[in-house]
T-cell receptor, first 112, second 113 residues
Framework: ETGVTQTPRHLVMGMTNKKSLKCEQHLGHNAMYWYKQSAKKPLELMFV???????ENNSVPSRFSPECPNSSHLFLHLHTLQPEDSALYLC???????????FGPGTRLTVT | GDSVTQMEGPVTLSEEAFLTINCTYTATGYPSLFWYVQYPGEGLQLLLKATKADDKGSNKGFEATYRKETTSFHLEKGSVQVSDSAVYFC????????????FGTGTLLAVQP
């Protein structure tokens, strides 16, 4: 069971498209995260939001733009992506920074 | 810096075999330790956790004991099933001001009938 949902589950987009990934948590948590999971590479933390404020940005290219309108929702806006951006994008939430994280099912992104 | 090292996979076992996946860590302070599991096509699920030395986390027949003297948190299960086939990630949150979740590289477990 998971209290974190992500849509869409699969996305194919061209390099000139603009799309958004959505994450929603139903756990009453205060922190939310975006991760990138690529084949043969460790999980990469992209962004951290705590109480709707971005507190961490791990040198992510500007073609990825996060948005956290409230503590339950997190978006990742995508534009002019590259084929190497194809990966599984995972959203997670936690009660606060420093507590265990709960993950959504991920969005499988393919950039053509 | 803080890090997690887990055994290389894949680990291939027959059904009902005993499972051990080794995990050791390097961390400042007193970290919290976790095992996550990722089934094919899904996100990560928290499997178990331990927050202080000698704590034993357990869930779904899996166990891991926080061993501070050996800086280890090995995952064990007495009798694996085909449905346990997945990738297992060891992770930690360091003590102190740093509260980033740090993952190992994952170990693929394949259980054959």
């Amino acid at each position: 069971e998971t209290g974190v949902t992500q849509t869409p589950r699969h996305l194919v987009m061209g390099m000139t498209n603009k799309k958004s990934l959505k994450c929603e948590q139903h756990l009453g948590h205060n922190a939310m995260y975006w991760y990138k999971q690529s084949a043969k590479k460790p999980l990469e933390l992209m962004f951290v939001y705590s109480l709707e404020e971005r507190v961490e940005n791990n040198s992510v290219p500007s073609r990825f733009s996060p948005e956290c309108p409230n503590s339950s929702h997190l978006f990742l806006h995508l534009h002019t992506l590259q084929p190497e951006d194809s990966a599984l994008y995972l959203c997670a939430s936690s009660q606060h920074r420093g507590s265990e994280q709960y993950f959504g099912p991920g969005t499988r992104l393919t950039v053509t | 810096g803080d890090s997690v090292t887990q055994m290389e996979g894949p680990v291939t076992l027959s059904e009902e075999a005993f499972l051990t996946i080794n995990c050791t860590y390097t961390a400042t302070g007193y970290p919290s330790l976790f095992w996550y599991v990722q089934y094919p096509g899904e996100g990560l699920q928290l499997l178990l956790k331990a927050t202080k030395a000698d704590d034993k986390g357990s869930n779904k027949g899996f166990e891991a004991t926080y061993r501070k003297e050996t800086t280890s948190f090995h995952l064990e299960k007495g009798s694996v099933q085909v449905s346990d086939s997945a990738v297992y990630f060891c992770a930690l949150i360091p003590g102190g001001a740093t509260n980033k979740l740090i993952f190992g590289t994952g170990t693929l477990l394949a259980v054959q009938p």
